[in-house]
């Protein structure tokens, strides 16, 4: 069992930080948890960049099956001391067993699902123009492309999956697949969790005898550490997943630099829910309202994908959903948020809401036992405070959501128009409801990254046709996802080689096809097996 040392561990070695620091906090009590973790200064940081800088080279020269293998080895090294990260995990984040354990559990298989990524080898784009030189009136050259990885790579771990989107998370994994060594900044919400896990990353990097920078985790402020990380020459690309003010500072650091280098940020969102008549209507209204509620109140809200903003139609059928999700929440009870400062801002938030001009408190849940465990709130508004109240429309972290009532499509159409770009969009219909659905589908595209139906956007499937990203501010940059095997492409470019002599060719490009991938030649996919 791996003994927590409160140590950020450099290229592989342990190292003490030489500034003062800060322990873990339990978030359910409030107690501090042993050890203190001390936080790296600017010279110690730069160890950190160097060491990945100069583990670039050997590390984006193996093999698919040399970094299948270590991914795969992270996951099983993960799995290992999965006992011991679970239970600080939810020491240090209040989350509950069943939660993290889950969360664990897809922490290793998107380790094991890039793996196969990496096997498979379609991530390469491997393209081949073979040359014309009897092409009239000009001959062509043989041209080819493939895909190489950035460099070192910052990853910022996030509050509320202290697992899934933290050190190892998607975000760590992407980037090793492609090919980059990764510098992780840990939460200092979850330091032990932090420290277990990249302790068991580095265990990998070892035992698959890869150069020891291929992986750091440090510890520091975000102000200062996190900023000095974007600056550091040596860093090709940036993962962050928090707040807006927090994405958009890392945005600005990164784009002031000299050589500006992509930060792919996911922000801020309210994840809109539209409710069409069919959905409530013949008595269905209170079931559904039962299943808004239950989303809503998930994980006491501290989802990136929780549905903040729900749109609902006027008359009877609209007024009994609004009814029965005003008594689940006001029969629900406040569960423990991650730190002090987000149950605060979430305070924040729904006073905002509360004293907006057109915004109606429908009913307040009762707050927990346990510390920052603040009541949910529901409310509602019009379609007119919608776009005269700003605060009706930006985020709340937690448990809050606002019901926003419309009269016809058109001023739902409007509503919608005036949003900002969204992660989710939720559709809710009934068979009766899709020529409606139709119409919204082109408006609802240009809004979000993911369009779902009869569901409910918590909850993310990691797989191959996930798109966890959207239009700003969901997002710096909607071309990609943060979950799901698209996200590899984050961290790459393409390469194309003209008339290279064949033995000077990547393997990915050549005709012989060591690698045994698919390849495009001539516009034409040619499988592996063909």
């Known amino acids: 069992m791996t003994t927590l040392t409160g140590h950020s561990i450099i290229a592989g070695s342990p190292t003490a930080g030489k500034l003062p620091g800060s322990a873990g906090v339990a978030a359910a009590t409030g107690e501090s948890l042993e050890p203190t973790y001390t936080y790296v200064d600017e010279d110690q940081l730069a160890a950190a ?43 240090e984040s209040g989350l509950p067993l069943g939660r993290l354990t889950g969360e664990l559990g897809r ?25 014309l030189p009897d092409r009239s009136p000009l001959p062509r050259a043989d041209i080819r492309q493939r895909q190489v990885p950035l460099g070192p790579v910052a990853v910022f ?48 990097v070892a035992a698959c005898g890869l150069p020891a920078g291929v992986f750091s985790l440090v510890f520091g402020s975000g102000t200062s550490v996190g900023q000095a990380l974007v ?14 003010a927090g994405g958009l500072a890392l945005v600005a650091a990164a784009a002031a630099r000299r050589e500006p280098i992509p930060v792919y940020a996911e922000m801020s969102s309210v994840n809109p829910v539209v409710v069409l008549p069919g959905s409530i209507g013949d008595g269905r209204a209170e079931g559904l309202a039962a299943a808004y509620v239950v989303s809503l109140t998930l994980g006491s809200g501290q989802f990136c994908t929780n549905p903040g903003l729900t749109f609902v139609p006027a ?36 006073d905002a809401l509360r004293g907006a001009a057109g915004v109606t408190v429908e009913a307040e849940g009762a707050p927990g036992q346990a510390a920052n465990a603040p009541a949910p709130l529901l409310a509602s508004t019009t379609t007119a405070a919608l776009r005269d109240e700003a605060a009706v429309s930006e985020e709340v972290f937690g448990a809050a959501g606002v019901v926003v009532r419309w009269g016809d499509v058109n001023e739902l159409a409007d509503a919608l128009r005036g949003l900002e770009g969204q992660l ?54 909607p071309r990609t996802t943060s979950v799901g095997s698209l996200a590899i492409y984050r961290f790459q ?20 096809n060591p690698w045994g991938l698919n390849q495009r030649v001539d516009g034409r996919l040619r499988l592996a097996q063909d």
């Open 231 to 244: 600056r550091d020459p040596r860093i090709k690309a940036v993962g962050f997943t928090g707040s807006r």
């Open 49 to 91: 960049t160097q060491a990945a800088a100069e583990a670039f080279d050997a590390y984006r020269a193996t093999s698919p099956a040399e970094r299948a293998a270590f991914l795969e080895r992270v996951a099983h090294e993960i799995e290992a001391d999965g006992e011991a990260i679970v239970a600080r995990a939810v020491a």
């Open 315 to 350: 008359g009877p059928d609209g007024d009994a959903f609004l009814a029965a999700a005003a008594r689940a929440v006001a029969d629900a009870t406040g569960q423990t948020m991650l730190t002090t400062g987000i149950a605060q801002a979430f305070g924040k938030g729904t």
């Open 493 to 512: 470019r393409p390469v194309a080689y003209q008339d290279v002599p064949a033995d000077l060719l990547p393997e990915a490009t050549r005709d012989d």
């Open 107 to 131: 922490t290793t298989g998107q380790l094991r699902m890039f793996a196969e990524v990496v096997r498979v080898g379609d991530h390469l784009e491997s393209r081949i123009d073979p040359a």
């Open 424 to 477: 989710t969009v939720t559709v809710q219909a009934a068979d009766s409801d899709h020529e409606v659905a139709r119409t919204l589908m082109p408006l609802l595209e240009t809004k979000a990254g993911r369009i779902l139906f009869n569901g409910w956007p918590t909850g993310v499937e990691v797989g191959h046709a996930m798109v966890h990203g959207g239009p700003f501010p969901a997002t710096s940059d």
């Open 157 to 204: 771990g996030a509050s509320n999956f202290p697992l899934a989107f933290s050190v190892a998370g998607g975000d760590t994994a992407s980037a090793l697949a492609a090919g980059c060594p990764v510098v992780v900044k840990a939460h200092n919400a979850h330091p032990g969790t932090s420290e277990l896990v990249g302790t068991a990353v580095t265990r990998a």
